[in-house]
């Protein structure tokens, strides 16, 4: 409390209510950038493209990467490409709009200041998304940030950034993929045969978990819920009615089916090698 002719330190509060959700597209696409970074540049940063949803939420869905110098005591920007890349990318979807920047790295760094200043040009309180790729604490950390004034009185002193809160909504077929890519090291890529065995697992472990839910509440063990009753029922209802020797037939034809496709991705491989090869040799002789 201020008393006498005391000034008390304020931060606004209108930036720190924001919240972020991120598309799993933007992820995979920051990691692909930083994949194929130059060598002799230690991170990648761009922009973010979305737009604000009606409550306040800021929608991440799309970004690029933008090249960049960077020293101790400042970063230069390639504007021009930025404006470019902004450009082209609105006239594909020209409800996208600035939101703010990504880089790769753990956290903020003292650079970053100076690129939030450029994009706080660009549009009003942008979010700075960072994505831990170098698996700091063993895994992909993924934050967002918004900078908040610092002012004494009337007067601005300084800038900090504060963390916001951030989803990540991702579908099971987008989220098998994430756990790969956030794991440290992994021996190799699981196939589609491997996939699939992985996905029974854990469909099995789930039909397990219900009929020990449903067990319970009728032994009288736990209360029931009938949110969670209602949800069982309407999954239950609408699987379709088959025998085991159809639902077997079902599974085995699709099994068969997917193991044509990988035979026939193979052969198509093998032929383009063969192709490939081949031109190869008929251009040096």
Same mark, same amino acid.
């Given at each position: 409390? *201020?008393?006498?002719?005391?000034?008390?330190?304020?931060?606004?509060?209108?930036?720190?209510?924001?919240? *972020? =959700?991120?598309?799993? %597209?933007?992820?995979?696409?920051?990691?692909?950038?930083?994949? =194929?970074?130059?060598?002799?540049?230690? /991170?990648?940063?761009?922009?973010?493209?979305?737009?604000?949803?009606?409550?306040?939420?800021?929608?991440? =869905?799309?970004?690029?990467?933008?090249?960049?110098?960077?020293?101790?005591?400042?970063?230069? @920007?390639?504007?021009?490409? &930025? &404006?470019?890349?902004?450009?082209?990318?609105?006239?594909?979807?020209?409800?996208?709009?600035?939101?703010?920047?990504?880089?790769?790295?753990?956290?903020?760094?003292?650079?970053? *200041?100076?690129? &939030?200043?450029?994009?706080?040009?660009?549009?009003?309180?942008?979010? &700075?998304?960072?994505?831990?790729?170098?698996?700091?604490?063993?895994?992909?950390?993924?934050?967002?940030?918004?900078?908040?004034? %610092?002012?004494?009185?009337?007067?601005?002193?300084?800038?900090?950034?504060?963390?916001?809160?951030?989803?990540?909504?991702?579908?099971?077929?987008?989220?098998?993929?994430?756990?790969?890519?956030?794991?440290?090291?992994?021996?190799?890529?699981?196939?589609?045969?491997?996939?699939?065995?992985?996905?029974?697992?854990? @469909?099995? *472990?789930?039909?397990?978990?219900?009929?020990?839910?449903?067990?319970?509440?009728?032994?009288? /063990?736990?209360?029931?819920?009938?949110?969670?009753? /209602?949800?069982?029922?309407?999954?239950?209802?609408?699987?379709?009615?088959?025998?085991?020797?159809?639902?077997?037939?079902?599974?085995?034809?699709?099994?068969?089916?997917?193991?044509?496709? %990988?035979?026939?991705?193979?052969?198509?491989?093998?032929?383009?090698?063969?192709?490939?090869?081949?031109?190869?040799?008929?251009?040096?002789?």
């Amino acid at each position: 409390m *201020a008393s006498g002719g005391q000034t008390v330190l304020q931060f606004p509060q209108a930036s720190t209510n924001l919240t *972020a =959700r991120i598309h799993p %597209l933007v992820i995979f696409n920051i990691c692909d950038c930083f994949v =194929r970074r130059p060598d002799q540049a230690e /991170r990648v940063i761009g922009t973010l493209l979305g737009s604000v949803l009606p409550d306040g939420t800021v929608d991440i =869905r799309n970004s690029y990467a933008v090249p960049h110098n960077e020293s101790s005591d400042q970063v230069a @920007l390639d504007i021009d490409y &930025h &404006h470019n890349m902004l450009s082209s990318q609105q006239k594909v979807n020209p409800k996208e709009v600035i939101v703010g920047w990504f880089s790769t790295g753990f956290g903020v760094t003292g650079g970053s *200041a100076l690129i &939030h200043d450029f994009y706080s040009r660009e549009v009003p309180n942008p979010v &700075h998304l960072t994505i831990d790729t170098g698996f700091t604490n063993l895994g992909a950390s993924i934050k967002a940030f918004v900078s908040v004034n %610092l002012s004494l009185g009337d007067q601005q002193l300084a800038a900090q950034f504060q963390e916001i809160p951030l989803d990540l909504r991702m579908v099971e077929a987008e989220l098998v993929g994430f756990d790969i890519l956030k794991t440290a090291m992994v021996d190799k890529l699981p196939g589609d045969v491997e996939g699939m065995e992985a996905t029974m697992e854990r @469909l099995l *472990a789930l039909i397990d978990d219900v009929y020990k839910y449903v067990d319970d509440v009728v032994e009288g /063990r736990v209360a029931p819920d009938n949110n969670i009753g /209602r949800f069982i029922s309407d999954t239950i209802s609408s699987m379709p009615k088959l025998s085991s020797e159809a639902f077997n037939t079902l599974v085995n034809d699709s099994l068969q089916d997917q193991l044509l496709l %990988l035979y026939l991705s193979s052969i198509t491989r093998t032929q383009l090698s063969l192709a490939e090869k081949l031109n190869t040799a008929a251009q040096i002789l």
